[in-house]
Structure formats: structure tokens, C-alpha cells
């Protein structure tokens, strides 16, 4: 642990990353001149591109990708499993050979805008320069240039 940062030996860290204090970061990639806020953490496998800001307490878990130029709000929350369980048929705490046909991707367009608070469900793509409401809930595909929001978030208007 460095000055309240945990960041693994496998992360790629882009020129100019500014990291805030009390971090977790582990096999993700994040890229040039972005900024990551205190208490966020992202998991292996997601990857942040640059010049994008990542507000405090956000979770980006496995799986995700946001691209260039997005701003993600404070306590956005990420989901890879639209269904999660903490036992097999079995009862016996999942493993990851348990969880992986479960496992959903979600991507984050170019120049997108995620509000404070919003949760993303897993298989879910928002497009490019899209901007999604506070609060909101995304259960489904947001189109390029449009504004969703509420719970579930639905359409409303052109960005």
C-alpha cells in the first residue's frame, strides 16, 4: 500500500494519470491524462481510456470499457452479473468457473456522461456522446447522442 493506493504490479497507467488517495486498482488499463477519484476501484479486465474522469467512490468492475473523453459520476456502480448468486447447485461458494456464464460485458462510448449515482447493468452498451440522468438505472442499450434517465432509464431527448 502506497500513500492509501493499492494498485497492482499488472496495471497500465497512461502519461499524466492523476490518482487520488485510497484507490484500488488491479490488471485494468487506464489511459493518458485521466483522473481518478478517492475510493474508486476498478477490476482486472476493464480498461478506461483518456482524458476521461472517474468521480470518487465509483465501482468499475470486470468486464467494463469506457472509452476516450467520459465522465463518470460520483458512485457509479458497474454490474457484471445481471443475476448474482453466492452458492452453486452445490451450495458451496461460487468459483469462477461457476460465475463466468453469467459474466456480461459493458461498454462506454466516446465523450459519454454517467450522473452521480447511476447503476449500469452488465451487457449494456451507451453510446457514443450519450448522457445518462442521476440516479438512473440502465437495464438496456442507450443510443448514440441521447439523453435516458429514471429507473429503469428511458429516453428523453436528443443529447
Not at 1 to 30: P, Q, T
Not at 41 to 49: A, P
Not at 63 to 71: I, P, S, W, Y
Amino acid at each position: 500500500m502506497n500513500d492509501y493506493r493499492c494498485i497492482s504490479e499488472d496495471v497500465k497507467l497512461g502519461r499524466n494519470v492523476k490518482l487520488s488517495k485510497f484507490i484500488n486498482l488491479y490488471g485494468c488499463r487506464i489511459g493518458d491524462n485521466t483522473k481518478v477519484g478517492a475510493f474508486v476501484e476498478v477490476q482486472k479486465n476493464s480498461s478506461v481510456g483518456k482524458n476521461c474522469k472517474i468521480s470518487s467512490h465509483t465501482f468499475i468492475c470486470e468486464g467494463v470499457t469506457v472509452e476516450d473523453g467520459c465522465f463518470i459520476g460520483h458512485g457509479v456502480v458497474f454490474i457484471n452479473d445481471n443475476y448474482p448468486r453466492a452458492v452453486n447447485k452445490m451450495g458451496l461458494v461460487e468459483s469462477e468457473k461457476d460465475w463466468a456464464p453469467r459474466f456480461k460485458k459493458t461498454r462506454v462510448g466516446k465523450g459519454a456522461s454517467i450522473g452521480s449515482n447511476a447503476t449500469i447493468l452488465g451487457s449494456v452498451t451507451i453510446g457514443i456522446g450519450s448522457t445518462v440522468g442521476a440516479g438512473s438505472v440502465v437495464t438496456k442499450d442507450i443510443p448514440g447522442g441521447e439523453i435516458w434517465a429514471g429507473n429503469p432509464a428511458r429516453f428523453m431527448r436528443k443529447a
